[in-house]
Antibody, heavy 121, light 109 residues
Framework: EVQLVESGGGLVQPGGSLRLSCAAS????????MSWVRQAPGKGLEWVAN????????YYVDSVKGRFTISRDNAKNSLYLQMNSLRAEDTAVYYC??????????????WGRGTLVTVSS | SSELTQDPAVSVALGQTVRITCQGD??????ASWYQQKPGQAPVLVIY???NRPSGIPDRFSGSSSGNTASLTITGAQAEDEADYYC????????????FGGGTKLTVL
């Protein structure tokens, strides 16, 4: 079955760190760009970061640049998001997603169920 | 604030046609993709590119674009189409950043 399964969410204090993981199965993970997208409680979707197939290119939304790091291990079919210096506004469900397209059209065609990160004292 | 603007809420009578729009400067250069999200569930891709549907998405869903506006049309809306809908595209800054619209809550009456 083609799927993405996130893990690693939880409660963390402001200023703390957390590492999210996403396990991919059912497709050739190393052939695809991957992404993290988040959704604050009761709010809309927000793109967080993308990573190229070999990890050589990474893009981040400005609000997390310098604090979050996206990475991947193709041998383990896994995607990661290292989150440091966490803030209350980082509280959200974090989704792992497969990202495709190029030139004039991009899209997230496969999504995990998400993992909740709560930043609170 | 989002660079892609959507109406917060739209309603449609069962079996009728509804158009959900997404406006933004970047849509003059790039196609939007559209996602359906039901409460407590992950988003699902429904339209991408010029007007492409992933496998399993009913053909009552279609997409179009004109100028700075992308549209998702549901022809013959069903009760199960009641959900939040989000558009997504590259932002207009020229940087490799992507943005979602604020979302449209579709109610099927």
């Amino acid at each position: 079955e083609v799927q993405l399964v996130e893990s690693g969410g939880g409660l963390v204090q402001p200023g703390g760190s957390l590492r999210l993981s996403c396990a991919a199965s059912g497709f050739t993970f190393s052939s695809y760009w991957m992404s993290w997208v988040r959704q604050a409680p009761g709010k809309g979707l927000e793109w967080v970061a993308n990573i190229k197939q070999d990890g050589s290119e990474k893009y981040y939304v400005d609000s997390v640049k310098g604090r979050f790091t996206i990475s991947r291990d193709n041998a383990k079919n896994s995607l990661y998001l290292q989150m440091n210096s966490l803030r209350a506004e980082d509280t959200a469900v974090y989704y792992c997603a497969r990202w495709r397209g190029g030139s004039y059209s991009w899209y997230f065609d496969l999504w995990g169920r998400g993992t909740l990160v709560t930043v609170s004292s | 604030s989002s660079e892609l603007t959507q109406d917060p809420a739209v309603s449609v009578a069962l079996g009728q046609t509804v158009r959900i729009t997404c406006q933004g400067d970047s849509l003059r250069s790039y196609y939007a993709s559209w996602y359906q999200q039901k409460p407590g569930q992950a988003p699902v891709l429904v339209i991408y590119g010029k007007n492409n549907r992933p496998s399993g998405i009913p053909d009552r869903f279609s997409g179009s674009s004109s100028g700075n506006t992308a549209s998702l049309t549901i022809t013959g809306a069903q009760a199960e189409d009641e959900a939040d809908y989000y558009c997504n595209s590259r932002d207009s800054s020229g940087n490799p950043h992507w943005v979602f619209g604020g979302g449209t809550k579709l109610t099927v009456l």
